[in-house]
């Protein structure tokens, strides 16, 4: 192989040695379109395919507690599969370094790890049939449902405090006063936004702060292209996207989801007149995911569900703002007004879905009287 250079203009021979001896047989092609790693497609002989990553250092300060935390999660997650002899569903794995590191740590300073392929899956940013909600909705529930059962010490918190709402304010009110960029004059609207929900987003974050409040293991980035669907039955095969497999709360899973998953749009929509919930995907969503999980959740958390997607897409929204404000220091982005764009879909989802909450609601209950009957 001649030097294979990514979009990022990364070496990566030098990478490929750490992982297989013959790396010249290895051919390399950039893949996917997350917003926070870098991923490659890793082709080695005719037969064997994998994912090479380079991992956000600078959102994810400790790789090594982030791999251990990922190697934790998959090695559970198979383990909980054999037992239930299930052969439908399945996991990445994390593939060692020649030496059986997690990662690997390149001379310049980046991370890098290698995963199992899942051949003959997709994956899509929108939805559109109530089936693929539905196998979302049974996805995520599953996946939550099969870590339900993981023991010994707590998952460390690879982002710390990534959802909580009064840190997320904080850096936001400092991000408009340093305007760095002389972009608050530009967001203003939406900045007005932002603030008129900070109330009522503080209050969510108190009552799932309760000490009393059940913690559990979460996803915490459950949005639609991070479920793997065989690509010929359509069936969700596999959760992936493991850096934020945390502890957490119920409703980020929930809330994140519909955020993807019952929004009409995408979540950097331009024509924000598209913007809307679809309530059936909504429902079908919910019925999937409390399928699996709805019998396990207490009422406290069940209650909590119902404002979950507006916190959920709140947070996005106000996330993607600030870094609009900061000068797109954290999410990828196509053009300048990306982030912004982004923030402004957002805030549109968070309307409508307070517009439909008399609906969502009289959806939600009854999903929860049915589950209990
Ligand atoms: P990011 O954090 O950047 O979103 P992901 O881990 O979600 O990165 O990977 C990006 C894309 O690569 C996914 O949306 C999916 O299409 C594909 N992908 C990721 N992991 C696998 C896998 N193990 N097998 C097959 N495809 C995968
Ligand atoms: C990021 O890695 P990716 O693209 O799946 C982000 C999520 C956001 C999402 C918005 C670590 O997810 O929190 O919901 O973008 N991940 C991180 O699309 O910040
Ligand atoms: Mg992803």
Not at 13 to 26: G, K, Q, T, W
Not at 64 to 74: F, K, P, S
Not at 282 to 311: C, M, T
Request: charged share 20%.
């Amino acid at each position: 192989m001649g030097e294979v250079k990514s979009d990022a203009d990364f070496p990566l021979d030098n990478i490929l040695a750490a992982y297989f001896s013959d790396s010249h047989s290895v051919s390399v092609q950039p893949f996917g379109s997350g917003h926070i790693n870098d991923t490659f497609l890793v082709s080695h002989s005719s037969i064997e395919r994998h994912l090479l990553q380079r991992i956000n250092h600078q959102v994810f300060n400790d790789v090594a507690g982030l791999m251990d935390n990922m190697e934790r999660v998959t090695q559970h997650v198979q383990q909980a599969l054999e037992k239930r002899n299930d052969t439908r569903f399945t996991t990445l794995r994390i593939i060692p370094t020649l030496e059986g590191s997690l990662f690997h740590l390149d001379p310049s300073g980046n991370y890098w790890r290698m995963i199992t392929f899942i051949p003959n899956s997709i994956t899509y940013d929108l939805v559109t049939s109530a089936e693929q909600a539905r196998q979302a909705g049974y996805a995520f529930g599953y996946f939550q449902q099969l870590l339900s059962d993981l023991t010994g010490n707590t998952l460390q918190e690879t982002i710390p405090q990534f959802h909580a709402m009064d840190n997320r304010f904080r850096i936001f009110d400092q991000a408009l006063k340093a305007d760095a960029v002389q972009r608050v004059e530009l967001a203003k609207k939406e900045i007005a936004f932002a603030l008129s929900r900070r109330q009522s987003m503080i209050e969510w974050q108190a009552m799932v702060s309760q000490p009393e409040f059940p913690r559990r293991v979460t996803h915490n980035d459950t949005k639609f292209n991070n479920v793997l669907l065989d690509e010929e039955s359509q069936q969700a095969i596999c959760v992936i996207d493991l850096d934020t497999v945390m502890p957490g709360v119920i409703g980020y899973d929930f809330g994140d989801a519909i955020r993807t998953i019952a929004n009409t749009a995408l979540e950097d929509e331009t024509e924000l007149g598209k913007v809307a919930v679809n309530l059936e995907f909504y429902e079908v969503f919910a019925q999937g995911f409390l399928g699996e999980v709805g019998s396990k959740l207490d009422q406290i958390e069940l209650e909590s569900l119902h404002f979950a997607p507006n916190y959920m897409t709140f947070i996005m929204g106000l996330r993607m703002l600030t870094d609009y404000i900061q000068g797109d220091i954290y999410y990828k982005t196509s053009h300048a007004e990306h982030n912004l764009q982004r923030a402004k879909a957002q805030f549109t989802l968070v309307k409508k879905l307070e517009e439909a909450s008399k609906s969502t609601n009289r959806i939600l209950t009854s999903i929860v009287e049915n589950e209990d009957n």
